[in-house]
């Protein structure tokens, strides 16, 4: 199931390429719609009817793939915190962040997808391997770059849990020890950055309601007046081109 899973962070270029190969695999005289069990193998790989299982469940599953093994958690967390910090509350709006993680996610997972297509993906069009041979071969780079972003108290964590000996070298961890401990670390800095980014306009808050309780204006509620503060001071520092600027550099 984990080797399985591994070929799922391929993502709608890998999809495409696999129906096309199973497209061009299928019987020339076929008509109509027809069901085969057994046969239809193509030089030891998976039957056709198989491969189309298996096609179906990685199109369910891949939206919790990309979450779990590319740096879309860190990236979307992050944009969360900012927008709580600066108060705006929805705006932007969900989708606006949710796609902007995304396209940031294709961005910094292209050289990892590369990687995998031109190791795995390619090999396996052309008939040189099987598909459990690209699942090996996809795995490879996928698990260097999880593995540069995992811390090792992480990986010693779930190592115990599973009752597992350590190995000798981290590349022969398997995937369901390295995916959960790359969760675990990205998690953790996405919220030290969001952290960071809440320290100025916390400060802001702080001014902000000191001030009014000062005067004497406790009726009025402090974020009506920090709000336009913290939008001009982040509108000033070019916040957006900062804030994205350090979060893609963090994974050069």
């Known amino acids: 199931m984990v080797r399985a899973a591994i070929l799922l962070v391929l993502v709608a270029v890998v999809i495409t390429l696999v129906s096309v190969h199973m497209v061009q695999a299928a019987d020339k005289d076929f008509s109509g719609v027809q069901i085969r069990f057994g046969g239809g193998t193509n030089k030891d790989g998976l039957s056709t009817p198989i491969q189309i299982m298996l096609l179906m469940t990685i199109l369910s599953v891949i939206p919790a793939i990309l ?10 967390i992050v944009a969360h915190f900012l ?39 390619q090999p396996m069009l052309s008939g040189k391997i099987t598909e459990m041979q690209a699942l090996d071969l996809a795995s490879v780079p996928l698990r260097q770059f999880m593995l540069r972003y995992t811390r090792e108290k992480d990986l010693a ?40 980014i809440y320290v100025p306009f916390m400060v802001i808050d702080m001014v902000v309601a000191s001030i009014l309780l000062s ?29 994205i600027g350090s979060l893609v550099k963090s994974f050069y």
Not at 217 to 234: A, D, E, G, Y
């Open 67 to 76: 979450v779990s093994v590319t740096s879309f958690t860190r990236l979307i």
């Open 83 to 121: 927008r709580q910090a600066i108060g705006t509350q929805t705006m932007p709006p969900n989708q606006v962040l949710i796609g902007l993680a995304l396209f940031l996610t294709y961005f910094i997972m292209q050289p990892v997808g590369g990687q995998i297509n031109q190791q795995a993906i």
């Open 157 to 196: 964590l779930f190592l115990s849990i599973a009752k597992e000996p350590k190995p000798r070298d981290r590349r022969d961890l398997p995937m369901s020890i390295v995916i959960p401990s790359f969760m675990i670390s990205e998690l953790k800095t996405a919220f030290q950055i969001g952290f960071a």
């Open 215 to 243: 005067l004497g204006m406790m009726q009025l509620p402090p974020v009506m007046i920090s709000t336009p503060f913290k939008l001009l001071l982040f509108v000033m520092v070019d916040g957006w081109n900062l804030v």
